[in-house]
């Protein structure tokens, strides 16, 4: 199965799913998290499936705030699932699983890179998968058949995504320690 993975499920039903039927010949039916063809599947993530763990979940980070304690700057930045999105989460990873090709069919450019890219990092294993991404800059029917004609491999917009880990980092780095440091000094 080749799985296509959209931002938002508007994205997945009103453009990918018909982008699919045309160019593919494909016929889907509407699953719970997903749209199922023969050959191909359509999934969402809703925004954000996954990110970066708060301070608690660091040994010496959990309780009370302390001075002492700061900064934190992790040896490796450790993940985690977003509570109000797992039930999607989970029907992800299962699709993400059975797929012999992932496509990343997130919104273009480094955020979207990084929605994707997050889903393949909590699953290691995902990482070995033949893995392409749809660039996609305008969602008009012409320039989605172009689009889909060019598929590129994932790697490719890897400085991208490598933007887009630093921003995240970055904003986890300065704004998790920041307001520690400022509550705790400020009252």
Request: aromatic share 10%.
């Amino acid at each position: 199965m080749i799985l296509l993975i959209a931002e938002k499920p508007s994205v997945a039903r009103e453009h990918y799913q018909k982008l699919l039927e045309r160019q593919e010949g494909e016929k889907f039916s509407n699953q719970d998290g997903y749209i199922r063809g023969q050959n191909y599947c359509i999934t969402w993530a809703v925004g954000h499936l996954v990110t970066l763990a708060p301070f608690d979940q660091y040994e010496g980070y959990q309780g009370s705030w302390a001075l002492k304690s700061l900064p934190l700057i992790p040896d490796q930045f450790r993940l985690q699932i977003i509570d109000r999105t797992q039930k999607q989460f989970h029907i992800v990873q299962n699709l993400l699983g059975q797929a012999d090709t992932i496509i990343n069919g997130a919104d273009a450019g480094r955020e979207g890179n990084l929605i994707f890219d997050l889903l393949l990092d909590i699953n290691p294993t995902l990482k070995e998968k033949k893995v392409k991404r749809l660039w996609v800059n305008s969602f008009v029917e012409k320039d989605l058949d172009v689009a889909w004609g060019k598929l590129e491999e994932n790697s490719h917009r890897k400085n991208l995504s490598y933007a887009a880990r630093l921003r995240q980092r970055a904003d986890w780095l300065v704004g998790l320690n920041a307001t520690r440091a400022y509550t705790l000094t400020a009252g």
